[in-house]
């Protein structure tokens, strides 16, 4: 059984910085994708960016998110983090990584339909 707990999540003022971490679980292919995710409140949930569990290649929605947002992932495959840099307002959402079984290098995009596993999310504020 997949499982992906988020951590990390919290009040930071604008320009802040701030670590998720998602621990993953239950894969049993070595060729998955995780991404992450966020929803802000009256608004749709929003792809950012995902990485290729077999060689930690990455893909972000937008040049502005890369510019801002760092995925990655450890060595042993048990850990994904987002780094988010330069913070704003508008960043204030609960943020979910997600798994799918679908290689990352068949993916176009990233389609919330192709990641049947989440976590429980976490919650970040950003203070203006």
């Known amino acids: 059984e997949v499982q992906l707990v988020e951590s990390g999540g919290g009040l930071v003022q604008t320009g802040g910085s701030l670590r998720l971490s998602c621990a993953v679980a239950?894969?049993?292919?070595?060729?998955?994708?995780i991404g992450w995710f966020r929803q802000a409140p009256g608004k749709e949930r929003e792809a950012l960016c995902s990485?290729?569990?077999?060689?930690?290649?990455?893909?972000h929605r937008t040049d502005a998110l890369r510019d801002r947002f760092i995925i990655s992932m450890n060595n042993a495959r048990s850990m994904v983090f987002l780094q988010m840099n330069n913070l704003k307002p508008e960043d204030t959402a609960v943020y979910y990584c997600?798994?799918?079984?679908?290689?990352?290098?068949?993916?176009?995009?990233?389609?919330?339909?192709?990641?049947?596993?989440w976590g429980q999310g976490t919650q970040v504020t950003v203070s203006s």
């Open positions: 997600a798994g799918s079984e679908v290689s990352w290098f068949k993916m176009r995009g990233m389609n919330p339909i192709e990641f049947p596993y």
């Open positions: 239950g894969f049993t292919s070595h060729d998955y994708t």
């Open positions: 990485i290729s569990d077999d060689d930690f290649s990455t893909y």
